[in-house]
């Protein structure tokens, strides 16, 4: 489990799964555009479950796989037995409200915010890390952390803030980035019970029973909260398009589990936060893309301070980067602003 090459392969599924998270972004947010978020969600997460049993059902039915799945071997009782099945009670419960929250905020912040902030997470993970295994950061890691809140800081400054605890109050009155934060403080402890459970079972064990969960307590919250049916059109192509990259999404994610911790792989996975950036720029014609794709990397530089191995050389290197790419941010925040009152001048009255 710790050979180069098994970790080679961990790190190749987590950097597929970051590549189709792009993807899924992309395809879930033109799905939720004008419709309702909770019955939007409810189908993803409906199509996801169907397409796991679809496979599971053709893996029963060729013989030579029924005993490497531990569902097959063992059924949901030798599974759930224990304490275990409040364990799975309980991932799957932050997971599905952690799901609704990073839709509700694809449905109303533009995916170039949204992208840099989920790249939090692996902040929030050192937070649950510690809480739950007294797991102490490093040097390197506060280095990386402060990139991390840098980034995400440059991503919505704009000259006109006085000072930085101006840019922070304007960070956190963006309703987007609340929803995005409270989605990354589930996603930590969500992960950390992930690994615990995917290395107890299986990936496909657990990724049925997480996905069959998810969309029960989903469908259970629509029918408590009963939320009005929004006027435009069923998108059938987007919700197909997006539960079968979510199912892949999460196939890779949970299988690159078995090889690497947790917090590389969810480190590698928002590495995609660089192509997401670029999406919502290019697909959905957000502005102030350049920033916030400069500050996109400023996050990424964080990640990689926090999670790799560096001499003394590439970390000055790195933060070098990070540097040279926090004050391009500014230059296009600068540049933006300069644009908008130039447009504003040459505008009628």
């Not at 009155?173 to 290395?199: E, F, P, T």
């Amino acid at each position: 489990m710790k050979s180069d090459s098994l970790s080679s392969t961990g790190l190749l599924l987590a950097t597929a799964a970051s590549i189709g998270s792009v993807g899924f972004d992309v395809a879930a947010k033109q799905a939720l555009l004008g419709r309702d978020f909770l019955r939007t969600t409810l189908k993803i997460r409906t199509l996801v479950a169907v397409l796991l049993s679809l496979v599971l059902v053709g893996l029963w039915l060729y013989r030579p796989m029924r005993s490497s799945v531990a569902l097959f071997r063992e059924g949901p009782g030798g599974l759930l037995h224990g304490g275990v099945l409040l364990v799975v009670l309980l991932s799957t419960g932050l997971i599905t409200a952690m799901v609704l929250l990073y839709y509700r905020a694809l449905q109303v912040a533009p995916l170039s915010v949204i992208a840099p902030i989920f790249g939090l997470t692996p902040l929030f993970l050192l937070v649950t890390g510690y809480v739950l295994f007294r797991h102490l950061p490093s040097g390197k890691v506060v280095a990386g952390v402060l990139c991390l809140l840098i980034g995400s800081l440059l991503a919505h400054w704009k000259p006109s803030m006085q000072s930085p605890l101006a840019a922070a109050r304007a960070f956190f009155r963006d309703k987007g980035v609340r929803i995005m934060l409270a989605a990354c403080l589930l996603a930590s402890v969500s992960n950390l019970l992930d690994q615990w459970l995917v290395r107890r079972m299986d990936v496909l064990s657990y990724s049925w029973l997480y996905v069959v969960l998810c969309a029960f307590f989903t469908g259970c919250l629509v029918l408590v909260v009963r939320p009005q049916a929004s006027g435009a059109r069923p998108a059938k192509k987007l919700f197909v398009l997006a539960g079968v990259i979510d199912t892949s999404v999460m196939l890779l994610h949970f299988s690159s589990l078995m090889y690497v911790d947790v917090v590389v792989s969810i480190a590698i996975k928002r590495s995609g936060m660089l192509l997401s950036v670029l999406a919502g720029s290019i697909i959905f014609k957000e502005q102030h893309g350049w920033q916030r794709l400069a500050a996109a990397v400023v996050v990424l530089m964080g990640v990689l301070i926090m999670y790799l191995d560096l001499n003394t050389w590439a970390l000055c290197a790195i933060c070098g980067i990070a540097a040279v790419f926090s004050l391009l941010a500014v230059l296009f925040a600068k540049q933006s602003q300069a644009r908008e009152s130039e447009l504003q001048l040459q505008s009628p009255h």
